[in-house]
């Protein structure tokens, strides 16, 4: 009796095990892509800060601050579309769960 309320339990508890999961994933997949995004600002930062010893003029100076900025620029869109990318797929895996639990539920009925 006891194994078989442990098997039903566990039967039951499969769904939620199974949201934990993809919101882990989720959440690794996004840290791992600020990691890398904040990386890439500060590589750029100190790109930049070394080539501020170059500068001769302030046109240089303008041109320098500008090529950093459009960097920074380049390097934020590229973690936002992985981001979404991230979300997107993690709630399409959500809702897939949610309908497959949904018709299991009612396939019991």
Request: a negative charge; charged letters at 25%; one cysteine or more.
């Amino acid at each position: 009796m006891f194994q078989d309320m442990t098997k039903q339990f566990n039967e039951s508890m499969a769904p939620f095990r199974e949201l934990v999961n993809i919101q882990t994933k989720m959440l690794e997949e996004l840290t791992r892509q600020q990691m890398e995004c904040t990386k890439a600002c500060l590589e750029a930062t100190m790109q930049q800060t070394s080539e501020l010893q170059k500068c001769q003029t302030p046109n240089d100076l303008v041109e320098l601050q500008q090529a950093y900025a459009k960097e920074l620029e380049t390097t934020l869109k590229a973690a936002n579309e992985q981001n979404m990318k991230a979300l997107t797929a993690a709630q399409q895996a959500i809702q897939q769960l949610t309908q497959n639990s949904l018709e299991a539920f009612a396939s019991k009925k």
